[in-house]
């Protein structure tokens, strides 16, 4: 078998705690440096989506999302409109993206409800998750919205990032009906971040195919799950760590398998609870995985993180290559090939 690895924000650039399975894994592999991506690009870029005449890939987040849950997204365009809270500072606007914070499924159902007759006729709102929210246009409208996710942009000004202008009346519409919101009185009230806008990214719609080389993906990701379906490839949660899903996975071919959890939490600058995630990834994967690829369970384990330009491929028998010594994952520069 070949289990393939999508982990973004593996390499951090601060010392973590050792994580001893992980790093002999990284230190015995063949490592390639590749192009620099978010997660969904590079999830666009492996099931075989094209880029533009003019060089740029783009990412149907929105479509591909509502495919994931079940929805028909027909020929229409569609975006990401995902729940975030924005903090004026006193030179930028900053963004916190709903994976630092919790929205429960009764404030989704409120919020999304106040929102709707404003988008009457142009939009259709729909709430497939609490977090994961997508626009629907219907008929004529803008076609652009931000290339980035909201978990890319968090702690930064996203003044550069913004959607185009023609979404900017709109979008001050909704922040107005958001602010004015029971739901959100109530968080604030409680302590918690405020849902007082939406991120608007991901337009497109959805592709006519989608093609990989693997027979299985495992994923909570919308966008890998609404490519695997379009694939017509079997589709799964990853459960609970690598011996879970070496239980029900077959003896042979190729697997892919997306671990976004690490993204979050190094975008919000956390430390502590990076350092707690990467050690939960340690003990419920990496360790299991590499004990699987001694014992021949597993014959190769490839290991690709996107934001570091970087896949690492580890045979079984690169694990006799002693003389690679395990080093701590803040020594992986991103171009150091």
């Known amino acids: 078998m070949h289990l393939e690895l999508v982990i973004p924000a593996l390499l951090p650039a601060q010392d973590l705690p050792p994580a001893p399975a992980l790093e002999l894994l990284l230190a015995r592999g063949r490592r390639t440096t590749v192009q620099d991506d978010s997660l969904e690009t590079w999830l666009c870029r492996a099931f075989g989506l ?91 409208g803008p076609e652009e919205a931000s290339a980035k996710s909201p978990v890319d942009l968090a702690g930064m000004n996203i003044d550069p990032h913004l959607p185009p202008k023609q979404w900017h009346l709109l979008l001050t519409e ?50 890998a799950i609404g490519l695997a379906r379009l694939a017509a490839m079997r589709r799964r949660t990853p459960g609970s760590g690598a011996t879970d899903w070496l239980g029900r996975a077959p003896e042979e071919g190729r697997h892919l398998v997306v671990l976004d959890g690490l993204r979050g939490v190094h975008a919000l600058g956390d430390a502590e609870a990076l350092a707690a995630r990467l050690q939960d990834l340690e003990s419920r994967w990496f360790a299991p995985l590499l004990g699987a690829l001694k014992s021949g369970r597993i014959g190769m384990l490839t290991i690709h993180v996107p934001d570091a330009a970087a896949n690492f491929e580890t045979a079984r028998g690169d694990l006799r290559r002693f003389w690679r010594r395990p080093r701590p994952l803040a020594t992986y520069e991103k171009t150091n090939a």
């Not at 027909?74 to 030179?91: E, S, Y």
């Not at 497939?128 to 629907?136: I, S, T």
Request: with cysteine; net charge negative; charged share 15%.
């Open 174 to 223: 909704l922040q107005m009906a958001l602010y004015e919101h029971p739901a959100n009185t109530a968080r604030e009230q409680r302590g918690d971040p405020a849902i007082n806008s939406v991120w608007l990214w991901g337009a497109g719609k959805l592709p006519a195919a989608a093609s990989g080389p693997w027979q299985s993906v495992s994923a909570d990701d919308p966008v």
């Open 50 to 140: 094209h880029e533009s005449a003019a060089g740029n890939l783009s990412v149907p987040a929105g479509a591909l999302t509502a495919h994931a849950h079940g929805l028909d997204p027909g020929t229409d365009l569609w975006l990401r409109a995902d729940p975030v809270h924005l903090h004026a500072a006193r030179d930028r606007l900053l963004l916190m993206p709903n994976q630092a914070f919790t929205v429960t499924a009764e404030e989704a159902e409120g919020l999304t409800a106040a929102l709707t007759p404003l988008l009457a006729g142009k939009f259709a709102l729909h709430a497939v998750r609490p977090d994961q929210w997508c626009l629907r246009l219907e008929g004529q």
